[in-house]
């Protein structure tokens, strides 16, 4: 597609209930990202997906987190038993490959709200 | 690790004014260096970038030196419009396969008419 597109752009959902947040990266684009950005701080890193190569999970903050790509392409970043700590901005970005020359394409975000 | 330090707002500026958001960055080798903007209620867009010392990025006014020496990127703008209002994050990326950014905290800028 023509950017980078986030499924669903506003998320509420109760404590304790897992949720799952999309994105569909830029058509042809090996690397994706995912970022968080809480109220009022800056961006934090979440993973990494660069092609066939095992992903970056370093900034995944516990295992209640947990993302997958599939065919290359579409990712899937799932939270378990969501707590209110988890309410932020979730932000997809992709990248031709060598995103340390080019930058990233961010998507809009999804918000999610635990409430 | 790496890490970017950028001036806290919000910076609060009248119309055709000067317009300064310091940026330095800690980092190993020489990584590339970028500007984002967000705007009220939308997602990050990539405002300028540079890839090596000394080169210079600019897009829509603004513009912004890789100084290796001093290690920092800092955003100018000579005469800010009430639409530049919104949040400003530097960033650096190692040249290394495999990187990721690391963001600054965001500066806030607040341009009133």
């Known amino acids: 597609g023509a950017g980078v597109s986030q499924s669903p752009s506003n998320k509420v959902t109760e404590k304790g209930k897992d949720v799952e947040l999309r994105c569909d990266p830029i058509s042809g684009h090996t690397a994706l990202y995912w970022y968080r950005q809480s109220l009022g701080q800056g961006l934090e890193f979440l993973i990494y997906f660069q092609g066939n190569s095992a992903p970056d999970k370093s900034g995944l903050p516990s295992d209640r987190f947990s993302a997958e790509r599939t065919g290359g392409s579409v990712s899937t970043l799932t939270i378990q038993r969501t707590q209110q700590e988890d309410s932020a901005v979730y932000l997809c970005a992709s990248s031709l490959g060598q995103g340390g020359f080019d930058g990233y394409t961010f998507g809009s975000g999804t918000r999610l709200t635990v409430v | 690790g790496d890490s970017v330090t950028q001036m806290e707002g919000p910076v609060t500026l009248s119309e055709e004014a000067f317009l300064t958001i310091n940026c330095t960055y800690t980092?190993?080798?020489?990584?590339?260096l970028f500007w984002y903007v967000q705007y009220p209620g939308e997602g990050l867009q990539l405002l300028l970038k540079a890839t090596k010392a000394d080169d210079k990025g600019s897009n829509k006014g603004f513009e912004a030196t890789y100084r290796k020496e001093t290690t920092s990127f800092h955003l100018e703008k000579g005469s800010v419009q009430v639409s530049d209002s919104a949040v400003y994050f530097c960033a650096l990326a190692p040249r290394a396969a495999g990187n990721k950014l690391t963001f600054g905290g965001g500066t806030r800028v607040l341009v009133k008419p």
């Open positions: 980092a190993t080798g020489y990584p590339s």
